[in-house]
Every structure is written in C-alpha cells, then in structure tokens.
C-alpha cells in the first residue's frame, strides 16, 4: 500500500474572496494547488485608502479619525491612565530644571507636547474635536498633578488647563540666580 501526505483541506473556490475575478485567473496559486496561498496586494484590501507620503515612505492608510491616529496629539494609548508618573523624583523646590528636561521627554514621547506649548488650542464648543481635546488635556494635567510634590499639587489644582499648569510652574520654579551666574 502506497503511503500518501495529507495536506488538509483546500480551498475549492476557483476566485479567493478578496481578488476580483479579472486578477483571479492570473493568480499563481490557482496554477499550483500546492502553493501556499499568498496574501493579496494591500491596495485591494483596503475599503477607502487614502495616500500618506512623506520623506521616508510613500503608503495608503485607512482613514481613521483623530483620536485613533497613532500620530495625533489626541491619541491615548491602553497604557495612558490618570495616575500616571512621567517624571521621578516629582518636582520639588530645588530640582525645577531637572523635573521640566524629565516631564518634557515624557510628554513629547506620547505626543502631547502641544498641550502644554498651546500650540494645539481648545476647539470651538461646537467643533467636532471638543471632548477629544477636553480629554487630553485633562490627561495632561492630571500627569503633571502626579508628577508635583503635594504642596505644589495644592497650588496649581485649580488652573484650567494643562498649559495654565505648565506656565505657573515654569514662572515660579524658573527663576535665574543672578550672583551665581555672576561668579560663573
């Protein structure tokens, strides 16, 4: 008795359901039944692309909205929550300079940075963007509340936004020693 390999079962359908029928015939796994079946081009995937280049890369990309755009400023990963330490040891009187390099690298990794320069500011009350920003910037502010001895969390709890937070920090905390300079 003559001993056969089992390959399983196999697709018997003469067009794989994401080519169209004029690009099945031409379709090499159809040819050869042994063939591992191979992945269709992206771009007949895809349901609405869109085109993204840039200096490093050309693609098309689905079209998502803000807050699910790994590269906007409203973006919050699973990983992003409330109490959130972005910079250790927290800011204290003496080590402002330190703490502000620390919680900028932070906050620049995940991309809200605007948040805190202003260069991203608050929508209309009717804009589409309005919670989404609301909810960033509420992100951003409690990362700088964890961030803070208790004594400064006490003194800047009150301000609206996190760019209100990072100027009343960066006014009290950055001040020049003028006769230490002086001695340099």
């Known amino acids: 008795m003559a001993r056969t390999r089992a390959t399983g079962l196999r697709n ?12 099945a015939a031409t379709d090499s796994s159809l040819s050869n039944p042994d063939a591992p079946p191979q992945e269709p081009p992206i771009s007949r ?41 972005l910079a ?30 202003r260069s991203l500011p608050q929508p ?3 804009g589409p ?7 960033c910037n509420h992100m951003v502010m409690s990362w700088i509340l964890h961030s803070v001895s208790p004594d400064i969390k006490s003194s800047i709890m009150l301000l609206d936004t996190a760019a209100a937070m990072w100027n009343e920090l960066n006014s009290r905390f950055d001040q020049g020693n003028g006769p230490k300079i002086f001695d340099l």
């Open 12 to 23: 018997t359908s003469p067009v794989p359901p994401l080519l169209e029928p004029a690009t």
């Open 45 to 85: 995937v895809l349901s609405s692309p869109i085109h993204v280049s840039n200096r490093f890369s050309s693609f098309s990309v689905l079209d998502r909205p803000a807050h699910e755009d790994g590269s906007s400023p409203y973006f919050l990963s699973t990983g992003d929550h409330p109490a959130l330490v």
């Open 88 to 117: 250790s040891p927290p800011l204290m009187d003496k080590n402002f300079q330190q703490w502000r390099r620390d919680f900028k690298i932070s906050i620049r990794a995940k991309n809200k940075l605007p948040f805190l320069n």
């Open 124 to 126: 209309a009350e009717d």
């Open 129 to 135: 963007l309005l919670n989404q920003w609301l909810r």
